[in-house]
């Protein structure tokens, strides 16, 4: 239901822009997100934004680098990576939260019931 696409190996300060398509009824979508996953460590949160109001939300370790919208006719939201640094090394996961679901906050696995099936970031020094 959601194919994250647009990773890529790039050098430390490039920009990347990552797709998460999205198939079925996105009205019916409370929130869409990005995580990310570095090797050995946890799923982290990195952006959210509200599908109905565009209203958006991202951690403070990304905040002012990445930006996270949606183009609401293509069904398709994106995370604008720029200044890319090697910590930003990860594979990322777009999510998807369904109106109805219990909401714990945008920053939370489990506000979200889809998953894409990630994309391999990697920033070489």
């Known amino acids: 239901q959601l194919q994250a696409s647009g990773g890529g190996l790039v050098q430390a300060g490039s920009s990347l822009r990552l797709s998460c398509a999205a198939s079925?009824?996105?009205?019916?979508?409370?929130?869409m997100g990005w995580f990310r996953q570095a090797p050995g460590k946890e799923r982290d949160f990195i952006a959210t934004?509200?599908?109905?109001?565009?209203?958006?939300y991202h951690a403070d370790s990304v905040k002012g680098r990445f930006t996270i919208s949606r183009d609401s006719a293509k069904n398709t939201a994106y995370l604008q990576m720029n200044s890319l640094k090697p910590e930003d090394t990860a594979i990322y996961y777009c999510?998807?939260?369904?109106?109805?679901?219990?909401?714990?906050?945008?920053?939370?696995?489990?506000?979200?019931?889809?998953w894409g099936q990630g994309t391999q970031v990697t920033v070489s020094s």
């Open positions: 999510a998807a939260s369904a109106y109805g679901r219990s909401w714990n906050g945008p920053n939370v696995r489990g506000s979200y019931d889809s």
């Open positions: 079925g009824r996105t009205s019916s979508w409370y929130a």
């Open positions: 934004i509200y599908w109905s109001s565009g209203l958006t």
